[in-house]
């Protein structure tokens, strides 16, 4: 998507001001701030993901497991799975969880659940997510 807001902006430029090299310049621009747009959203929806695994992990005990979901503020890609506290990480540093959690492909009654792990540790009063490459499979280039 990036590429062709780029074409279009650069030829039109480039067609309005009968310079080609301003045209090229307009157009690499448009590429490069659409997809930085591109990426700072889906960071942030990957952001809110993270969130909200943390905030149900952070209230179960090891051991207990629970479902999660986010409902985004535009509700294309909701997610949703289930998450299972599998050990507490007490340091002099932090507290700490270890999770595994899956996140659902398709409806929610035929859902192939897709698992992964990742840690959460407490924040002053807050559990955020603590792993700095959580998922490659599952986040890729968003890290």
Not at 8 to 18: E, K, R, S
Not at 69 to 81: A, F, M, Q, V
Not at 87 to 96: F, G, M, V, Y
């Amino acid at each position: 998507m990036p590429e062709i807001a780029a074409v279009v902006v650069g030829g039109a430029t480039g067609g309005a001001t009968a310079n080609p090299a301003i045209g090229f310049a307009v157009g690499v621009a448009t590429a490069a701030a659409a997809t930085a747009a591109v990426q700072y959203y889906g960071r942030s929806r990957q952001g809110a993901e993270q969130d909200a695994i943390a905030r149900v992990a952070g209230d179960l005990p090891v051991g207990g497991t629970a479902d999660w979901k986010i409902e985004h503020t535009i509700p294309l890609g909701d997610e949703h799975g289930q998450l299972r506290v599998t050990r507490l990480i007490d340091s002099p540093l932090a507290e700490c969880k270890e999770v595994a959690f899956s996140v659902a492909e398709g409806s929610r009654k035929a859902a192939k659940l897709n698992w992964f792990t990742t840690d959460v540790c407490k924040s002053a009063d807050t559990w955020t997510w603590a792993a700095a490459e959580p998922a490659v499979e599952r986040w890729g280039y968003l890290q």
